[in-house]
């Protein structure tokens, strides 16, 4: 294991840490997308299923379990626990738009034929897409709070670490996996104009908004 992904676990875990403090701290979820936090847990429930037949370290098996419990965490607090402050009108997205072609993409392009690796790699296509709820309720509300760009920033830094990881394990231990790596580099473009964006506004202590779409 290298430094990277250990940066990019951290940051990751960073990430989800930020936005249950923000729910529970200021008791609301106004301005999270439930949706994509749904597939979130459904990216960590279908990648993590080899708890239960492989075990690679303590730090993984750990790892894997904390976002697990804080991806279900999340899913209740934005729908049973603060549901009332959930902001439905605005969470918008239709999901099918993105589990469809997903399930059929990891039928066609997977590894191995295996049910395992099948939801691995449904996993993986799923990941890459399931901020895109989230990035769309910030572009039809037009704003965010500060403390939801920080999740998103770090989140978003997660997949760059994770592309550093990859190319280091490509030039140390000539290991390329072609569906994690374009997966990974999809997530990160969605990620491009947010970061220029935190950077510009929210680092200088300003408010990022965006145009209302028309």
């Known amino acids: 294991m290298n430094v990277f992904r250990i940066l990019g676990d951290v940051s990751h875990l960073l990430a989800i840490i930020i936005l249950l403090l923000k729910i529970q701290k200021s008791k609301s979820c106004a301005g999270i997308s439930g949706k994509s936090q749904i597939l979130f847990a459904l990216v960590f429930t279908t990648r993590y299923l080899d708890l239960f ?120 231990e000539n290991f390329y996996d072609q569906i994690a790596v374009v997966s990974g580099v999809v997530q990160t473009i969605f990620y491009c104009d947010f970061f220029y964006l935190y950077i510009t506004k929210v680092l200088k202590g300003k408010k990022l908004s965006l145009p209302m779409p028309v």
Request: hydrophobic share 50%; net charge neutral; with cysteine.
């Open 53 to 172: 037949t492989t075990f690679i370290s303590v730090y993984n098996t750990v790892m894997k379990v904390i976002f697990l419990i804080c991806a279900y965490v999340t899913v209740y607090m934005i729908y049973v626990k603060f549901r009332k402050t959930f902001d439905s009108e605005n969470d918008s997205f239709r999901l099918e738009f993105l589990l469809v072609p997903v399930t059929g993409l990891s039928f066609l392009e997977n590894h191995s034929f295996t049910p395992l690796e099948i939801l691995w790699t449904f996993s993986i296509y799923l990941e890459s897409v399931a901020i895109l709820p989230q990035l769309f309720m910030i572009s039809k509300t037009g704003e965010a709070e500060t403390i939801t760009t920080h999740y998103l920033f770090f989140l978003g830094l997660y997949r760059a670490l994770y592309i550093a990881n990859w190319v280091w394990r490509y030039y140390t």
